[in-house]
């Protein structure tokens, strides 16, 4: 139960040294995207013969070079093609009809 209080604080804690944590891009995507890749072909060009920390280690250092660049040769720039979100100003209104008291208010 104390463990649950503690992980839950420190998660919804505000570190400033971390608020600018994502600066530099958001590498998590591409790190997630190419590890797989990256480790099955190590594995088969290396036969087999890796044991797990080599792996570990050299699968996560080629993966964070690749999240790394794909970040910056494809994501920030896609980024750049989205639609931004327009923020409604005023208030919202029902999509259907709303009943009030048994009579209809149109939309």
Known sequence: MVLSYFALSF??????ILNRWDRPGD????IYLYAF???QTLWYLL??????????????????????GSWH?????????????????????PAVGLVIDGGEVPP
């Not at 036969?47 to 790394?68: Q, W, Y």
């Not at 040769?73 to 327009?86: D, G, M, S, T």
């Open 11 to 16: 998660g919804f804690a505000s570190f400033p």
């Open 27 to 30: 590498f998590s995507y591409g």
């Open 37 to 39: 890749p990256i480790q």
């Open 47 to 68: 036969d087999g013969r890796i044991s797990a920390s080599e792996m570990i280690v050299s699968s996560l250092v080629l993966s964070i070079a690749a999240g790394v």
């Open 73 to 93: 040769l494809v994501e920030k720039h896609a980024l750049k093609l989205k639609p931004r979100r327009r923020i409604k100003v005023g208030g919202a209104r």
